[in-house]
């Protein structure tokens, strides 16, 4: 099975800040490489897929990069709403496996 | 485009349950579906797949054997029955698909389910 890193697995933050979460695959997944966010009592949400597209509807300040084992998922300017938690998850190969999440909080 | 859970509940170990998620606004024969389930204040852990026709599924090692995924075209609905349930199972469970642009698994998750709520406790 491909096991999924995630670090930091928090990070406080304030609005306006650059944040960057990174996300390493034990073996190459190309570019099959998702994010999520999701929000307490929330259902996830789709960010960016293919690793670097950018899902319809989500903002244009987060953005996705990387290829085969190394990942990372960028907030440009972090707003209120963005205070969540976030997920990669790898799309190559069944089993399909999550990261084991970032908490993003206010600092 | 919308999917909805049911079927959680309270159910003791070595118990069984059976999950089901409706789809509406799109034609859900086209579309995999999946199971992903939360444990309280834990991560996302991916359950279950299966094809429009049900062609290709596939388990995690946690639930094979225990857990199985099956689908009904005609009620535009998919079913995840639970056996053998153990106190790890509790959770959050969802049902979640690729449904808009692309119609395949590598392209992530867009559309889910409010989840549906199992507690395996004595």
């Known amino acids: 099975d491909i096991q999924m890193t995630q670090s930091p697995s928090s990070v406080s933050a304030s609005v306006g800040d650059r944040v960057t979460i990174t996300c390493r695959a034990s073996?190459?997944?190309?570019?099959?490489l998702g994010w999520y966010q999701q929000k307490p009592g929330k259902a996830p949400k789709l960010l960016i897929y293919a690793a670097s597209s950018l899902q319809s509807g989500v903002p244009s300040r987060f953005s996705g990069s990387g290829s085969g084992t190394d990942f990372s998922l960028t907030i440009s300017s972090l707003q209120p709403e963005d205070f969540a938690t976030y997920y990669c998850?790898?799309?190559?190969?069944?089993?399909?496996?999550f990261g084991g999440g970032t908490k993003v909080d206010m600092k | 485009v919308q999917l909805v859970e049911s079927g959680g509940g309270l159910v003791q170990p070595g118990g069984s349950l059976s999950l089901s998620c409706e789809g509406s606004g799109f034609t859900f024969r086209n579309y995999e579906m999946n199971w992903v389930r939360q444990a309280p204040g834990k991560g996302l852990e991916w359950v279950a797949y299966?094809?429009?026709?049900?062609?290709?599924?596939y388990y995690a090692d946690s639930v094979r054997g225990r857990f199985s995924i099956s689908r009904d075209n005609a009620k535009n609905s998919v079913y995840l029955q639970m056996n053998s349930l153990r106190v790890e199972d509790t959770g959050v469970y969802y049902c979640?698909?690729?449904?808009?642009?692309?119609?395949?698994?590598?392209?992530?998750?867009?559309?889910w389910g409010q989840g549906t709520t199992v507690t395996v406790s004595s």
């Open positions: 998850q790898q799309a190559n190969s069944f089993p399909l496996t």
């Open positions: 299966i094809t429009g026709r049900s062609g290709s599924i």
């Open positions: 979640a698909s690729r449904i808009n642009d692309f119609n395949y698994y590598n392209y992530g998750m867009d559309v």
């Open positions: 073996q190459d997944i190309s570019d099959w």
